[in-house]
T-cell receptor, first 112, second 113 residues
């Protein structure tokens, strides 16, 4: 089965501090992993993806993610958090045949 | 144009009403999706259209009826819904490959009375 897990319902971080939102995956074969962000009452926006290649993936709005095969993790990171980064973040895996499974989501709260 | 549009933004309907949700994209994407999302939960896949043909139906009740009139449009027809169907309905599109990200519309907030 292809799945992702987000162990934290909420992450609080002070503005200007680095942030990490955790995601672990369980995938057979090559993983196709994605991060999306959702602002209140809006659709999801794509941030970045890992398909193959470099383990450090850079995405939109200064976000990056590190793919770690040995720890089966794909954590989302940003060096310096902004208040405007406060949102709901979803990790996702493409299971094939156009089916995408999302993690349960992590609410990021950046405190001024 | 990298935008997926959805209408209406909000919809309130009774359990006996018939209504439709509409979605449009002009990115030439061959795959289009309907998701249902409850508050603070991840989106749940309902339907997938590939090349205008229904390719996935995730055991959705028949009171939800999808339609893909052409490669740019996707509809979701609603009939005899239940209050528990109240949710945010999201449309998305993608190039369809396993490595392709999805582009989401802003959603339709549906309330069933």
């Amino acid at each position: 089965a292809q799945s992702v897990a987000q162990p934290e319902d909420q992450v609080n971080v002070a503005e200007g501090n680095p942030l990490t939102v955790k995601c672990t995956y369980s995938v057979s074969g090559n993983p196709y992993l994605f991060w999306y962000v959702q602002y209140p009452n809006r659709g999801l926006q794509f941030l970045l993806k890992y398909i193959t290649g470099d383990n450090l993936v850079k995405g939109s709005y200064g976000f990056e993610a590190e793919f770690n095969k040995s720890q089966t993790s794909f954590h989302l990171k940003k060096p310096s958090a902004l208040v405007s980064d406060s949102a709901l973040y979803f990790c996702a895996v493409n299971r094939g045949y156009q089916k995408v499974t999302f993690g349960t989501g992590t609410k990021l709260q950046v405190i001024p | 144009d990298t935008e997926v549009t959805q209408t209406p933004k909000h919809l309130v309907m009774g359990m006996t009403n018939k209504k439709s949700l509409k979605c449009e994209q002009h990115m030439g994407h061959r795959a289009m999706y309907w998701y249902k999302q409850k508050a603070k939960k991840p989106p749940e896949l309902m339907f997938v259209y590939s090349y205008e043909k229904l390719s996935i139906n995730e055991s959705v009740p028949s009171r939800f009826s999808p339609e893909c009139p052409n490669s740019s449009l996707l509809n979701l027809h609603l009939h005899a819904l239940q209050p528990e169907d109240s949710a945010l309905y999201l449309c998305a599109s993608s190039r369809g490959g396993r490595d392709n990200e999805q582009f989401f519309g802003p959603g339709t907030r549906l309330t069933v009375l």
